[in-house]
């Protein structure tokens, strides 16, 4: 397995100083952030010469490009709302070519939705992503859907359920152990389940308080056991990226540092690979 850091992390540093400090830490890959609170980072800000520029940066630090992840959800019970998500998604399927990813490119997008609305909006979700997987096929993407705490899909027995019905090899799953986690599952059975669905990862932490709230920190600071995930992605066969994201949570703080998170989370991840045997690579 590899380890990628997500540009959703870095709102003010331009993609082109990520990627050479992102290498220097040591990462294997990136996974870029589209939208547009992020300096230059929606696709009409890359223009073919700086499309060409980033793909060689890449090239150059040797890094992966595990997806591109989008702003918004997949579920928009507004028609115009879906219709601009189909086409962002075309448009960023371009875009992962002109930088390099592998195909077919992964696109990652949160399903959305809240979860005391699951059993009123599923079918309609169910369709949505039958136009989304029309889409992918027409420009060869996979599209993964992200389930969130507080969101409609929150849990492993909701993701079955949807992916098995809409029953579509372009419709995948966008698997952060850290909303599994707060659902109440254990990250074995959790992760169990949820390979065989899984097309790109992120792993984040969080703190939870005795009052019963909760905060998103960086990984390490909280209560998930990193080394207890990576062993048990790698014993379910993942041999891919795992991806690490910073919440808004922490990025939105006045002291904080991108360049400091980036090489704290590093650090915490690359050491639980150690402790769980899991090779690089």
Not at 107 to 121: K, N, P, Q, T, V
Not at 209 to 228: A, F, I, M, R
Not at 269 to 274: K, N, P, R
Request: with cysteine; aromatic share 8%; net charge negative.
């Amino acid at each position: 397995m590899k380890i990628a850091y997500g540009t959703y992390a870095m709102p003010t540093v331009p993609l082109e100083e990520a990627f050479p400090a992102l290498a220097d830490i040591g990462y294997d890959g990136v996974e870029i952030f589209i939208g547009p609170k992020h300096v230059g980072a929606m696709p009409d800000q890359m223009d073919t010469a700086r499309r060409r520029k980033l793909r060689d940066l890449l090239r150059a630090d040797n890094l992966g490009l595990p997806a591109l992840m989008l702003i918004g959800s997949i579920y928009q019970p507004s028609p115009e709302d879906h219709q601009a998500n189909l086409e962002q998604m075309r448009v960023c399927a371009q875009l992962a070519r002109d930088l390099g990813a592998n195909e077919p490119p992964v696109l990652a997008m949160g399903f959305g939705g809240r979860s005391d609305e699951w059993d009123s909006i599923k079918d309609h979700m169910v369709e949505l992503l039958h136009d989304c997987a029309d889409v992918a096929e027409e420009e060869d993407f996979i599209l993964a859907g992200e389930a969130h705490h507080g969101a409609a899909v929150d849990r492993s027995e909701r993701i079955v359920w949807l992916l098995d019905t809409v029953n579509h090899p372009r419709i995948r799953f966008h698997f952060d152990i850290v909303h599994l986690f707060l659902a109440g599952e254990p990250i074995e059975e959790a992760v169990k389940t949820l390979v065989p669905y899984t097309a790109h990862t992120h792993i984040t932490d969080t703190r939870l308080h005795d009052d019963g709230t909760l905060e998103l920190v960086l990984l390490g600071q909280g209560d998930l056991d990193g080394t207890t995930y990576v062993r048990a992605m790698y014993e379910a066969g993942w041999d891919d990226f795992i991806t690490l994201e910073v919440s808004a949570m922490v990025w939105s703080q006045e002291d904080y540092d991108p360049m400091a998170a980036a090489r704290f989370c590093y650090e915490t991840l690359s050491t639980a690979f150690e402790q769980a045997g899991v090779p690089r690579g």
